[in-house]
């Protein structure tokens, strides 16, 4: 298994991961992700900003993740907490839009996922990954936890909606 640059052909393999990740989160009874995004143009937009990684075995996308280097609006304000490397820090890497094909989940593929962007954030300096998801999407949650993320407070999406916000210093 190995994670590299997100390349254009990739995209067809990895807006089928977007949906099975859809309908495993519509599974848990939460809304998120059902509204469509992220989709095909999200990806683009990550590939065209550079943003974009695949992890791929056997010569197939497995699952797809963004990596963010200039850090997140809307981690500027954390509630009911505060983030493990200071709430003005924006010296931290941001993931967004992880999603690994069911027939892979068990793999390892969330822990070299994790450890990719645990390396490059520490390459380049930086002091910890931070990420969000719904706070009904136990999944997710149990991953992050279970690979070291800490639990930092609430972040708000630009629509209102609450999300769960965790750090991994690195």
Not at 115 to 134: E, K, P, W
Request: with cysteine.
């Amino acid at each position: 298994m190995i994670i590299r640059k997100t390349t254009a052909a990739d995209i067809d393999e990895i807006v089928p991961i977007l949906d099975e990740a859809r309908r495993t989160i519509a599974s848990l009874g939460i809304n998120q992700w059902q509204d469509g995004y992220p989709n095909r143009e999200s990806i683009e937009a990550d590939l065209a900003k550079d943003y974009s990684y695949v992890l791929v075995n056997a010569g197939h996308v497995i699952g797809t993740f963004a990596l963010i280097p200039d850090g997140e609006p809307l981690y500027d304000v954390i509630e009911n907490g505060h983030w493990t490397t200071g709430d003005d820090s924006r010296n931290y890497n941001a993931v967004h839009r992880v999603a690994i094909a069911v027939s892979s989940r068990g793999s390892g593929a969330s822990t070299k996922m994790v450890q990719f962007a645990a390396d490059l954030s520490r390459m380049a300096g930086r002091a910890s990954v931070r990420i969000d998801t719904h706070e009904g999407n136990r999944v997710m949650r149990r991953m992050l936890e279970k690979h070291g993320f800490v639990h930092c407070g609430t972040i708000y999406l630009a629509n209102g909606d609450p999300r769960v916000a965790y750090e991994l210093v690195v």
